[in-house]
């Protein structure tokens, strides 16, 4: 309380930086209340960043928001809003301090903090973010990992969206030539059949829907001629 009246009282003196900053530290060490002291460190470098020690203060930010993460683990609170406190903390660390060494970890909690709220798509995109921003980083590997997962998640779930098929397809390709590793290339080569035969099975389907008594006969030829030309190796061709 000392501290805080302190800056408050004067907040334009040398000594209110250093009283914001031992307000915060008490928070996040000695009182244990992480979700404070992240924002009595954010309003530090909201309103001192020029006169406190900024990569050390996102430093603790980081901190908080990772002690945020474990409380919650603890606790059970992942499914509510507090998930998103979490989440949006180690968003803030990482546009205050884009290049910090912990940075790219930062950002694949993110990731799997979308992944926990079952918020697949908007979890692909941060892993995209991952690999482009801090690709040579293990975090970025790990993004590329868990981006395929993800993508399979929502193939399966929407199986008719013949252009998430065919994305999906060539996005193994790219991970498999991007693998170093045996074990994950061979896991990305496997998704790649998946997707693609999700993606020949949809076009099976769709021909076979102009094949019908409610359809005209020329649009039912036509349609499983564009199959053929399509996939003439399929083990559909000869039916079709």
């Known amino acids: 309380r000392a501290y805080d009246a ?26 244990d209340d992480p979700i404070v002291a992240f924002e009595e460190y954010r309003y530090l470098l909201n309103f001192y960043s020029s006169d406190c020690d900024y990569a050390k203060v996102v430093l603790k930010m980081y901190e908080s928001a990772k002690k945020m993460r ?35 970890e930062a950002m694949y909690a993110v990731v799997e903090l979308r992944v926990e709220e079952e918020e697949y798509s908007e979890a692909i995109e941060v892993c995209k973010t991952v690999r482009n921003r801090y690709s040579r980083t293990p975090q970025a590997k790990a993004a590329l990992y868990k981006e395929a997962e993800l993508r399979m998640i929502l193939l399966k779930a929407h199986e008719y969206n013949r252009d998430r098929g065919l994305n999906t397809v060539s996005f193994m390709s790219m991970a498999a030539a991007a693998a170093e590793d045996a074990e994950e290339r061979a896991d990305f080569l496997k998704w790649r059949a998946e997707a693609a035969e999700v993606v020949e099975k949809e076009a099976y389907e769709a021909a076979g829907f102009y094949d019908s008594v409610t359809r005209k006969r020329r649009g039912a030829i036509k ?3 564009g199959f053929l030309r399509e996939y003439p190796a399929s083990a559909r061709a000869q039916k079709v």
Do not use: C, H
């Open 223 to 225: 349609a499983y001629e």
């Open 70 to 104: 474990q409380n919650g683990k603890r606790i059970m609170f992942f499914k509510f809003a507090n998930t998103a406190d979490v989440r949006r903390a180690f968003e803030t660390v990482v546009i205050q301090a884009p290049g910090a060494t912990f940075a790219p």
């Open 6 to 31: 302190l800056v408050a009282e004067w907040p334009i003196s040398s000594e209110a930086v250093a009283a914001q900053e031992e307000l915060a530290d008490i928070l996040l060490y000695k009182s």
